[in-house]
């Protein structure tokens, strides 16, 4: 289809290959012969917004804005063409923040001016408020904690954004960052401007009472807007109401109007977000982190955008001295450990002072990948540390860079949940096993599918791969693991479990495959007679997951029983039982070095366990479901774990 971009035309679309459109005449040739208008994305005031074609750029999808002033009379088209303009300059002057929208090109066709800039896929905070209701606590402080750098970005060139609300910041949905959207109204502001009285822009409601009454804006103004933003996603009571109603009064009395009860923390910061008087408002969005920085340990901030880790070090672990409370537990040690460390938070050099605590050494943000539309089962970590595999009820895999946290391909073929992902050692081929039955192989580089293999009559739930990349295990709810030749395309069927088959995997030098099973048993296989040479018994649950150390010595094991399990490879001799999960243990793998296990539980932690000690060393928390998959960095200073809750998440590792 084709869009006619006549303002005036009552039929707009028009059927590919047509020069000029069918009802009002207008030619239908690209912007610049370089811009196809497929549809229109909506718009209001004096512009409106349609999705793009770039064919300079094998027509990648972008937005293109075209100015069409609803008011008639010389000074109403004279503003909107101002801001058109300053919009234009603004995004320019941000240049390619990856939180704000990137301008491509500015220009002048057929008496309209135009606007080009780049498409965020994704929703605004007021669907997400109109979809999923009231925002919890710990939403609004991963809110805070992705916007604030956003805007001290503007503020430091000098851009106060002016209109900040729900239907202006959007969520990305590749990896869940906010986007600051429409600068239409954004204002420049200098030491001789501050002063000075403006045209009164912004949205009733959320703009401050002195930007309404004086036309003045400053970044205390857009804090301003930041709270009343969070205090809608909290209440879901609009601001635009109260404000009609009780001017600017009603943000005396904010916290009337909760629906439930929120720390004192968050009350403190909203409170001080939302006061009238500039003068008793934060006055930068430096003093807004200074409070975050001071907030008491026990506050649980959010991992996913907030630059700490959360982990909680086990007090009773001989690395409690690099620990720091984050989330419910306390780790204490002697006061004369006071620590301090030079942070980098949202941008702003910060200094951060933990006496009584301890301190957790700088690591880095805690990325959270979003994009499955379903429960994540399972995740593969490539051999050269570049890319993270996973799997979900959406029944794709995803393929995402795991230093630039994009997503490279999305994998389409099974028909059913995806249960399990590995991947060749040469980091070429991926290996997937679904509920529909088959085990699918890919082209990890370009995502094309190569090989689909059948024969098991129900669910593969586990698959693994040899060194050689030349054989591959599956375990199935068949009852049986299945062993796949792919030089030969031989297939062999190892018989002996009395349940379902939910684990499976190939030792390192490729001579052993172990399953695990809901009948709660463990054997081990020898790959060249496929024999069975150990049952283990002891779990007293469904074996979840299974895991061979690197050097070919050791076997983990996880269970419903909530206890991880040890054994000795080669004789099958339990050698300890690890305990501390609350819940059901999914997922588990040795570190690159052996002296560690990481596990993952329906408790929503990730635990990394001292295989030494047999203590669990560091807890990692933020997963707001269950824990289904977790995977070691190459250079083991990274876990990377996938859950219920449709997220992947990466940890780093403390030294």
Request: with cysteine; proline share 4%; hydrophobic share 35%.
């Amino acid at each position: 289809m084709s869009y006619c971009l006549n303002p005036a035309c009552h039929n707009p679309h028009n059927l590919d290959g047509i020069d000029t459109c069918r009802s009002c005449g207008k030619k239908l040739s690209p912007l610049r012969n370089r811009y196809q208008i497929i549809r229109p994305l909506g718009g209001g005031g004096f512009g409106r917004t349609f999705l793009a074609e770039d064919r300079d750029k094998l027509n990648e999808l972008c937005v293109v804005k075209q100015l069409v002033p609803q008011l008639q009379g010389t000074n109403a088209q004279k503003k909107a063409h101002q801001l058109f303009q300053q919009e234009a300059r603004r995004l320019q002057q941000l240049g390619e923040h990856p939180q704000i929208p990137t301008l491509f090109a500015y220009f002048e066709e057929d008496d309209y001016l135009y606007l080009v800039q780049q498409l965020v896929v994704g929703r605004t905070l007021r669907e997400e408020l109109d979809l999923q209701g009231a925002f919890s606590e710990q939403k609004i402080w991963e809110i805070l904690t992705d916007i604030l750098p956003i805007l001290q970005f503007t503020h430091d060139r000098h851009v106060i954004h002016r209109d900040l609300k729900p239907d202006n910041i959007m969520r990305k949905g590749s990896d869940g960052r906010l986007v600051l959207i429409d600068f239409g109204v954004s204002k420049q502001f200098s030491e001789s401007a501050i002063a000075t009285s403006g045209t009164t822009i912004g949205s009733f409601g959320y703009a401050s009472s002195e930007q309404m009454n004086e036309g003045a804006a400053y970044p205390a103004s857009d804090l301003y807007s930041l709270g009343v933003t969070c205090f809608h996603l909290l209440t879901n009571n609009s601001p635009s109401h109260l404000w009609t109603e009780y001017g600017y009064s009603w943000v005396k009395q904010w916290q009337q109007h909760l629906n439930v009860q929120i720390s004192p923390e968050l009350t403190a910061i909203l409170d001080k977000l939302l006061q009238k008087d500039i003068g008793l408002r934060y006055q930068s969005v430096e003093q807004v982190w200074q409070d975050l920085r001071a907030l008491p340990v026990t506050v649980v901030l959010p991992t996913m955008q907030v630059p700490f880790n959360e982990f909680v070090a086990n007090p009773n672990s001989q690395k409690r001295d690099k620990s720091i409370q984050r989330g419910g537990s306390t780790t204490i040690i002697p006061a004369n450990k006071w620590q301090r460390r030079s942070l980098l938070i949202g941008g702003c050099a910060a200094v951060l002072v933990l006496g009584f605590v301890g301190y957790q050494r700088w690591q880095g943000q805690a990325p959270t990948f979003m994009g499955h539309g379903g429960e994540v089962n399972t995740i593969a970590i490539t051999a050269d540390g570049k890319s993270i595999v996973s799997g979900s009820d959406d029944k794709t895999v995803k393929v995402w860079d795991l230093n630039s946290r994009t997503l490279q391909h999305t994998l389409k073929g099974h028909q059913d949940w995806v249960y399990s992902v590995a991947i060749s050692p040469d980091s070429q081929t991926i290996v997937s096993g679904s509920k529909d039955n088959t085990i699918r192989l890919w082209n990890l580089a370009t995502g094309k599918q190569l090989h689909t293999l059948t024969g098991h009559s129900s669910y593969v739930n586990s698959v693994a791969i040899s060194p050689d990349s030349t054989t591959i295990a599956s375990g199935s709810y068949d009852k049986t693991v299945k062993v796949w030749h792919l030089k030969t395309r031989q297939v062999d069927t190892l018989q002996g479990h009395s349940r379902e088959v939910l684990a499976v995997a190939i030792s390192p030098n490729g001579k052993k495959v172990v399953s695990g099973s809901v009948d709660r048993t463990i054997k081990i296989w020898d790959l060249a007679t496929l024999k069975v040479q150990h049952t283990l018994t002891g779990h007293t649950g469904d074996v979840n997951a299974i895991a061979i150390s690197g050097n070919n010595q050791e076997l983990a094991s996880v269970s419903d029983d909530k206890t991880i399990k040890l054994w000795n490879l080669n004789t099958g001799r339990e050698i300890r039982t690890l305990t501390g999960h609350m819940a059901d243990i999914n997922a588990i793998e040795f570190s690159p070095d052996n002296q560690h296990v990481v596990t993952g539980s329906d408790d929503r932690t990730v635990k990394i366990w001292d295989l030494s000690t047999g203590e669990d060393i560091y807890t990692f928390k933020g997963h707001l479901g269950a824990v289904f998959a977790v995977a070691y960095s190459p250079d083991g200073r990274t876990v990377v774990s996938a859950s219920a809750d449709k997220t992947i998440r990466t940890w780093q590792v403390p030294n």
